[in-house]
Structure formats: C-alpha cells, structure tokens
C-alpha cells in the first residue's frame, strides 16, 4: 500500500473508480442533495438515515428527505425521473445492503461522537473494496479514521458545497493511511462522472474555500462596522465589482444558512473568525433567523401590497428596515471596464481618504491576498490549489492570486506598506525572487507555472487531461480567422472551433457571417479541417440574436433589412445543418433562442449537464425564424414516425393526421408558444433540443474535449452531410384547427394575453406547414419562407416592440 501523498493539485489522469451503487448516510440536506446527484449520474443509491422515535414507517426520515428533493429549489435532480434511482431506507434495517456499494459517504451531524459511533455499526457490512468517506465540513480527518476498525487504507474526506449539484468544487482531504491508488482513482471518477473540480486539501480546520471564504467574510463585517458601512454597501463592494457573486457577503451568508455559517466559524482556531460578526451569528441561531430558510436572516423580504419589499437588518437595532441601493459612485464607473481585471486596477486606483469604496476595497483584498498566502503549505501545498478552490466553491471569477496578479503584486504591496497594512512574508519571498522586475506576478507569463514559496521556487501547474478551455488552443495552435463576434480557432487534429465571444453571445451580423462563411461548402476551413465544434468560454452559450439591431430597424420600418437579416440567420443555420464536414455544437448555460437554433441544426450536440435552453422567441412577442420552428416540426414528424412507421403504400395524409403526429405537435407547439426552458440537458431530450445519440458532459472543463472527439468520431466514420428534405408531409388544416382551438381555450381561461395568442397562432400556422390539406409534401425552404411571413408580421406589432424594449432593458420577459 502506498500512502497517500498530497499533490500539488489535482490530478484525474488516473482510471477512474468503478461505482456502481453508492449509499449516503445521512438524509439530512446535504446528505439527500449528495444522493440526489449521484442519482443524476446514473448511479443507484442507497439513503439512510436513523429509525425515529414512534410508531410508523421506519424509513420515514429518509423518505421524507427523497419527497423533500422533489420539490427542491433550486431543482436537485436533472429530471423528476432520476429520483427513481435513490432507495430510502435506515440504520438498523439496511445496513446490510451496504455490501453492494462501491462507495459510502457519510453525511451525518458534524459530531465526532455521533460519527464514530455510525461507522461502528457500518464497518462490518462494507465489501473489502469499497471506497469509505466522510463529508465533514471541518472536523479533522485523522480524528475519524482513528476510530475505524477497517477501511483506514480505503478512507478519506470528501467536501461537497452545497448545493452539490451546482457547486463544482469537491475538496479530497486524504487520511493518515489513505491509499495513493484509491485517492487517485476517486478523484478521476469525481472528476468524470460527477463533474467536479478536484482539489486536495491538508487536514486543517475548514480545509481551503471555507477557510478564506468565511475568513473573508469576518473580514469584510468588521471594516463595515468600522467604516460605518451598511449591509447593502458591503454586498455591493464584495460582489460583481470585483469577480464574486452579486450575492456578495450577507445575501451570500442567508444563502448558505446562519447555522452553518456560525458552525464554519466555531471550527476555526481560536479567535481567528469571532469577535462582532461571531457575536450577531450567535443572536441570529438564538432568533431563528437562519437566512433563506428560515425567510429571514441579514436580509428579508416583507410580502404585501402586490410587491415584495426587501428588508435588511440594522445590526445595531436588530430591526429591519428597506434596502437602498448603496450610492457608491467608484462602482458605477468600474461597470464600463469590459473584464474583472480591469475592474480591479479601476477601483484601487482610487485614493481612500477620499473615495468610500477604495478605503473598503485595499485592506479588505489585502486581508484576502495576506491570509490566502499564508495558508500556501498550511491548507493547501500551493496556491493553484487555493485558487482553484475560491472559484469552484465561491464560485469567484479569479481566485485571491490571480486578483493579486491582475491588480499588480509589486506595486499592490508597495501601497500596502504605504498604507501601513500587514504583507505576508510568502509574496516577500515572491518579491525577493523577482528583485529586478517591474512586473512580478505568482503565475509566470512565459509559462504554466506559479510560484511556490516555500521552496522559493516555480513549480509547473498541473494539467488535467481532457479538461481544455478555447483559450488554451487560441495559445499553443492560434486563430485561423476573425472578427468582433466570433473566431475560428484551430483545436489540432484536424477540427476547428467557432468560438462565440459577442457581448452575451449575441447573434448579430458578425457571428452570422463567421459562421456562415468558415462552414461553405467551398471555403478554405472545410477543405482544411475534418470537422467543427461550436462553442465559447463564456459564462453562457448564447442569449441569442441581437435584439437591439432587430428593435432599431423595426422601429424605423426598414422591413427589408429585417427580412435580410432573418434570411442571414437561415442561411447560417442552414450552413450549420448542410456542411460537409459534421458540425458539433458544445452548448452549456443559457442557451437561448438563435443560440438554441444553432444547436438544433448541428450533426450532433455535446451539451453539459446544466444546459438551459430553449426557443424563448414567444417571450419577446416573436417565434424562431432562423429555422427552429422548422426544425421543431421535423423532430415531431421523425419522432412519430419512429413510433407508427408510416406504410408506403398509404396516402401521406394519414400519417399526418395520426395520433402520433398528432401528440408530437402539440410537444413542440407547447415548447415554443409557452417559450419552454430546460431547467438540465437531460430534460432538454423530453423538450425535442436533444436527440437520443447526443452525449452530456458533467465536467465543463471537459466539455470542449469531449465536442472535439464527437466531432472526430463522425468524420472518422465517413460522415456524410444531410440532404435538404423535400417530402416533408404537413399535419395540414386539421391541426392547425386543433392547435386554434387550444390557443382559445388559453385566451378564454386567462392563460394567455391578446398579443400571446396571436403569437401562438403564427407558430402553429407554420407547424401546420400553413392552410394546406393534411399530407400536403413540403419542403424545408417552404418552412423557413412561412417561419419569415410569420416573423415579419409579428415584427411589426407595437406589442412585439415594446416586448424587445422592455427585455433589453430589464432581462424579462413582459406579458402584454
């Protein structure tokens, strides 16, 4: 046995663990969202929790917790179905089914005791190759292991951030005996099939993110009671202005829950997280008042009126009162900086004797920089480590030293000794390293590396195979062509890759050009390149078209410069569907009516497991022009025929009235008349944006990886481009009766405005393939010609104007 050894930073270069069938212990909200996404990963497991005091179901505790996760917010499974996945049961009744599961997780109370007694009693049932964890989130590892009787080898910490499903950062804290080979081979399958960032974390109280994060947090309440700041100003200060969630600090703490905030904070050393904020932790677990919850916490909202007012709590009354918007001039200017790099030089550049958020910022993030450092072989062995762990857990933009690099470490601790504030003796050893250099920075910009204090030198940062980023390939194979929304760039191995990277990933003339112009059949890329893949490292895939161009032009009545635009948009997607070579759409995040089109007519589609798409186009008064309608007619008519094959010798008018074509319809007419979103890429199939041969990706660093090998996978295999279908029979005047009367019957019950139901009925004039008998053989042209009569008479509504008005200004949709 080889013990573990703790790497720099995570490595999943290993074979992964084969788990196939897992048991949480412990039903509580943790433990049932750990087993809710295991469930989302295809694995069967078991839920167990104690046997309640009484008469009744003896497994109540843990079915009541499986219930609970069905009505979850946010959801914690990808689709209702993979609750069907999750077995409750209980402590005294079950354990005996451990003996199936290859892993086991513990997710008990953070109780020493309470935890040392379980793993007593479930020691004896686990087959001699299971994998044994602890998901504490701050008692030592050590501790535990020494209470087992087995396993010890096999045994470790794995820190979930909840929600798991959402929170991609998994901390591997190892024990004293933990097996290198068992450690490295969990992390490979955490990585692969549960979609997680892999960090290895020292055995010290709250590991790494929760370590600085909640450090960071005591910090910022206690220059906020200094500088006299309120709540709302210090959320603001510590939010989007510089890379972390809007939630910033106090949103952020009633997010996670007060309870497990003032836990988190017990857990440190004595005097390291206590003092103003720990004493306010304390009175608000005494009130109750735990946060979202417990509908109140720092802040809360008061229903009544028709309006929700929200409140924020004055700590030196403990009352409540209205939130302001905090009128903090810095921040408003920093907001035209196009990156949080820029943002950050923006704000420090101000003087603090005379600017509010300066005097806040420099020995909040001097704090941050200090502390971080200081934990460089105390809680992690490097900083890599510790920056990989804010952004995953956090969920921050940079971690604490790329912020340092980006603000500028030589003359950011110039200021600080200037300003009389604490530097850590790790970036003097930076500094001391770099003694003639302007420029000093912990990551080297002639290479993957980052400093490393403790032995004063640079140390390589680690790669993790399959995981990739277009940036990375922009670098080392470079961009074949250009412009202000989109690029090509070469992925090696004969694929390329169409990088969305507009403002939001709109879809304007410059994607729509790029697009359409790499994808030709007799453009220099297709001759060049065996295949594509679509994608971005953006936040979202794409918002979709520009709907700021599309107001403007409408607004002035250029409807031949709408309908050239609409044409361009079908011709890109066309460009998509036709090209010779396969085209691989990676979407993930928003992916949102144009950005949804594109992927509907890709060869295939990679999404990752958080994919939320839809044809949104109802929501601003419009329906999809750029050829998804058409496309969604399609699905139907191939997906009924998969069910009821029609037979050739019968009149194409019978399968289009048959009660498959009939049900395939009314899906995707409710799909794009209801402005239907995903909430996952598994319940995009069941809305038709996905097909069965579409593979999902957990991980997003592998997202672009995993695209590329479908992409070469399909050349490989002689792909041959599809043929612009001419026989497509249309369900005709019937169901576009059929579909009316539905949009009626919404109109007259309320469910839907005026302008609602004549935009319904466009979207089922087309699906209708128009007023054509049943079985009537269209072509895709016809579809995309009726998906342009309906888009430009709904362009000219005053409604549809004002819905594009009012979506550009606040993100909304408006039902008028």
């Not at 979202?540 to 409408?554: H, I, P, Y």
């Not at 302008?755 to 699906?767: E, G």
Request: proline content about 6%.
């Amino acid at each position: 046995m080889s013990t573990a050894v703790l790497p720099a930073a995570a490595g999943v270069s290993a074979q992964p663990l084969l788990v196939r069938r897992a048991a949480v212990l412990g039903a509580g909200t943790m433990g049932s969202r750990i087993a809710a996404h295991l469930a989302n990963a295809g694995i069967p497991t078991l839920l167990l929790d104690l046997v309640p005091d009484g008469e009744g179901d003896r497994s109540r505790l843990a079915k009541g917790a499986l219930e609970a996760l069905g009505k979850a917010k946010p959801a914690a499974f990808y689709e209702a179905g993979a609750a069907a996945l999750v077995t409750p049961g209980n402590f005294e009744d079950d354990l005996s089914k451990l003996a199936g599961c290859d892993w086991v997780i513990e997710a008990v109370a953070e109780n020493l005791a309470i935890k040392a007694a379980l793993f007593e009693k479930v020691v004896p049932h686990l087959a001699p190759e299971a994998v044994l964890t602890t998901n504490t989130s701050g008692l030592p590892v050590k501790q535990i292991a020494a209470g087992l009787a087995s396993h010890r080898s096999r045994f470790f910490g794995t820190h979930f951030f909840n929600p798991p499903r959402y929170m991609r950062l998994l901390e591997i804290i190892p024990g004293p005996e933990t097996d290198a080979g068992v450690l490295a081979s969990f992390a490979a399958f955490a990585d692969r099939n549960l979609g997680k960032q892999i960090v290895y974390a020292n055995d010290t109280p709250n590991f790494i993110a929760n370590r600085i994060g909640v450090a960071v947090m005591f910090t910022g309440a206690a220059l906020m009671m200094e500088q006299g700041l309120t709540i709302e100003e210090v959320d603001a200060l510590t939010g989007s202005a510089i890379g972390w969630p809007r939630t910033g600090t106090f949103r952020l703490a009633d997010m996670v829950g007060i309870d497990v905030l003032a836990h988190v904070a017990a857990n440190f050393p004595q005097g390291a997280a206590h003092g103003g904020l720990g004493q306010v932790l304390e009175e608000l677990v005494k009130r109750g008042w735990l946060g979202d919850k417990a509908g109140q916490g720092f802040y809360k909202k008061n229903k009544g009126g028709g309006k929700d007012e929200r409140l924020v709590l004055d700590l030196a009354t403990f009352e409540y009162r209205p939130a302001a918007k905090p009128a903090l001039s810095a921040l408003e200017m920093a907001k035209n900086a196009a990156t949080v790099q820029e943002r950050l030089k923006l704000l420090l550049a101000n003087d603090p004797a005379k600017d509010k958020a300066a005097k806040f910022l420099w020995p909040f993030l001097s704090s941050l920089w200090n502390y971080a450092a200081d934990r460089i072989g105390e809680a992690a062995n490097d900083a890599v480590s510790i920056d990989q762990a804010m952004k995953a857990g956090f969920n921050w933009e940079l971690g604490p030293f790329e912020m340092w690099d980006a603000a500028g470490v030589r003359s950011t601790v110039d200021r600080m000794k200037a300003m009389g504030l604490p530097v850590s003796r790790a970036v003097e050893k930076l500094l001391d390293a770099e003694p003639g250099a302007a420029a000093v920075a912990w990551y080297s910009p002639d290479g993957p590396q980052c400093f490393h204090p403790e032995d004063g030198a640079w140390q390589p940062v680690p790669h993790d195979p399959g995981h990739a980023r277009v940036a990375d390939f922009r670098r080392s194979h470079g961009v074949v062509k250009s412009n202000s929304g989109a690029s090509l760039v070469d992925l090696g191995d004969g694929i390329g890759c169409i990088e969305l990277h507009s403002l939001k990933n709109a879809i304007g003339g410059d994607v729509l050009s790029m697009i359409s112009s790499v994808l030709k059949p007799d453009s220099d890329a297709v001759k060049n390149f065996a295949g594509f893949v679509i994608s971005s490292d953006r936040e979202n895939f794409s918002v979709g078209a520009n709907l700021m161009q599309l107001l403007l032009a409408a607004q002035e009545g250029e409807w031949d410069e709408v309908a050239a635009v609409i044409k361009a948009f079908q011709q890109m997607t066309a460009a998509i569907k036709f090209c010779p070579r396969p085209v691989v759409a990676a979407p993930f995040g928003l992916t949102l009516g144009g950005g949804a089109e594109i992927c509907l007519h890709a060869a295939r589609r990679q999404p990752h497991a958080e994919l939320y798409i839809g044809l949104v186009e109802a929501g601003v008064g419009l329906i999809p022009a750029g050829g998804g309608t058409k496309e969604m007619l399609l699905r139907a008519v191939d997906q009924a025929a998969a069910l009821a094959p029609p037979d050739p010798k019968d009149p194409p008018s019978r399968f289009a009235v048959s009660a498959e074509m009939s049900a395939a319809l009314k899906r995707v007419f409710e799909n794009i008349a209801l402005a239907k979103v995903s909430t996952s890429a598994a319940e995009a199939r069941p809305l038709g944006m996905l097909t069965p041969s579409d593979r999902i990706t957990l991980n997003r660093e592998r997202l672009l990886l995993d695209a590329k090998e479908q992409a070469l996978t399909l050349a490989a295999g002689g792909y041959t481009a599809p043929q612009p279908r001419t026989q497509i029979p249309a369900p005709g005047l019937g169901a576009l009766a059929l579909l009316e009367t539905g949009v009626f019957m919404m109109g007259e019950a309320g469910f839907a405005s005026e302008h609602d139901q004549k935009v319904a009925r466009w979207a089922a004039y087309i699906l209708a393939g128009g007023r054509v008998t049943a079985g009537s053989l269209v072509s895709e042209q016809y579809l995309l010609d009726l998906e342009l009569e309906a888009f430009l008479s709904l362009c000219g509504e005053r409604k549809t104007q004002e819905r594009i008005a009012f979506t550009l200004k606040t993100g909304k949709p408006l039902r008028n």
